[in-house]
């Protein structure tokens, strides 16, 4: 990770360093000038959430955009899908959209997908980094090369009919009555129409953004609002996106919540019935549960695991030839249809099967049981506590005590200064003791 770019893009508190006009105005003059070659017309697509301070970075993006000489069609509120899609579509050198994902409103980011619409690798964002920080009057255009800004019009039905092209046109969601949590954020327009258009009776809740509501207590990372709704209003299924409507939980009729590994088992299943999915295996992180693994093998399926975020997820698939991966979170990638996670379309495929089993959505949903996992946070003041002699021979005693009855993972988070913990094991009381003396190592180390 460079000065600007981590795990996601750029990301960080709005109006402070490093999400500022002025470095969303550099960073437009930079990416721009990178993805300029040629005497021809070059355009670059901006799509945001509904955070206050997206007006702010889109003003500064358009301005360094145009002034090397990008024209910019800015999408408006719409899904991180829809720009990768869009930005293929309308045949741009550069897409972009400014959100923070599933964080509160008062932070914000900026994501780049390259003209093959998928998210930049490293090489290119490390340029980019380098023209903001060495670049000047000379990456700018004369005054006859400068580039125009317009509005387009007809993006959200454009996105909806690609999504629905996903499903066969035989499916119907006729009879179906479901809960749609869009977060308040970019999907609160699209997701409850598209469930419309394919004939669902439709629930939508977090479909009123204010510019500071977007996943606060609502959405996939606050699904109690969706549980909640699914149970008063007697609905088939429940669906949360985030605020960019690039990750999805599911809930079952009860009220229950479905994780991003059940959905990859499911959508694996379904995809490996009809012949349809490639590689014998999938991809996914380093968190997703070891019975999503044991599941999968059972099916003579592979796991790839990889380090946490859904670009890796997504180069690992290219590198295997797979067509599915994603998340425990909810980032699930079906690289038939898009090149990065897409709420709405995954909720579709799940939808699609439940259609096809005329089942109970508890029953098509769940595929394996979880083997106990555990998750903690060890927040730290300075320093690289993981580097620690006394901790290092906690890991190793831990890991030890383990063997092969379960997993220990450690990693620093990529965007606040935490140590996060995760085991799993059979033995829930195992797990937790071994747990818990590599937490109690960082504590004292970070005291």
């Known amino acids: ?135 000047g009057v000379e990456l700018l255009a004369t005054p006859e090369r400068m580039g125009r800004a317009r509005r387009i019009d007809g993006v959200h039905d454009r996105y909806i009919e690609y999504a629905k092209r996903t499903l066969d046109r035989t499916v119907s969601l006729t009879g179906k009555k479901v809960v749609i949590d ?62 960019d409507a690039d990750r999805v939980l599911i809930a079952d009729e009860r009220g229950e919540l479905i994780d991003g590994d059940q959905i990859l088992a499911l959508i694996a299943e379904d995809w490996k019935r009809a012949g349809r999915l490639r590689g014998d295996g999938i991809a996914a992180t380093v968190m997703s549960n070891l019975g999503l693994e044991r599941h999968l093998n059972k099916l003579g399926l592979g796991l790839e695991r990889t380090p946490v975020g859904d670009r890796q997820v997504v180069e690992r698939m290219r590198q295997r030839d797979f067509n599915l991966g994603g998340e425990q979170s909810g980032h699930i990638i079906l690289s038939d249809y898009t090149t990065t996670g897409d709420g709405l379309v995954t909720a579709l495929q799940v939808l699609s099967v439940v259609v096809d089993k005329d089942a109970p959505v508890s029953e098509v949903c769940h595929r394996f049981n979880r083997v106990p996992q555990f998750l903690e946070n060890v927040r730290y003041e300075s320093g690289k506590p993981l580097e620690s002699d006394t901790v290092q021979a906690a890991i190793a005693r831990s890991e030890q005590r383990l063997g092969n009855a379960g997993r220990l993972l450690i990693r620093p988070s990529g965007t606040e200064p935490v140590i996060r913990v995760m085991a799993e094991g059979d033995d829930s009381q195992l797990v937790q003791a071994a747990m818990g003396e590599v937490i109690d190592a960082l504590r004292a180390v970070s005291a």
């Not at 400014?98 to 964002?125: R, V």
């Not at 500071?212 to 996106?241: M, Q, W, Y």
């Open 1 to 135: 990770m460079g000065a600007y770019f981590g795990t996601d893009g750029i990301r960080g508190k709005a109006n402070n360093r490093p999400m500022t006009a002025e470095t969303a105005l550099k960073v437009g003059m930079a990416a721009g000038h990178l993805f300029t070659n040629g005497e021809r017309r070059h355009r670059v697509v901006i799509g945001k959430d509904t955070r206050l301070s997206g007006y702010m970075i889109e003003s500064a993006l358009t301005a360094g955009f145009t002034s090397v000489g990008m024209d910019v069609f800015l999408l408006g509120p719409i899904p991180t899908p829809a720009v990768a899609m869009l930005t293929r579509s309308l045949r741009a050198d550069l897409g972009v959209m400014i959100s923070a994902s599933h964080n509160p409103y008062y932070d914000n980011g900026i994501k780049l997908f390259g003209p093959d619409s998928y998210k930049l690798c490293d090489e290119k964002e490390a340029q980019i980094e380098q023209l903001i920080e060495n670049g």
């Open 182 to 243: 869009a977060a308040h954020g970019a999907a609160y327009k699209v997701a409850p129409l598209a469930l419309w258009e394919l004939g669902a009776e439709v629930i939508p809740i977090g479909v009123q953004p204010d510019g500071f509501n977007i996943n606060d207590h609502c959405g996939s990372t606050h699904p109690e609002a969706l549980c909640t709704a699914v149970r008063k209003r007697g609905a088939d299924i429940g669906i949360a996106l985030d605020g």
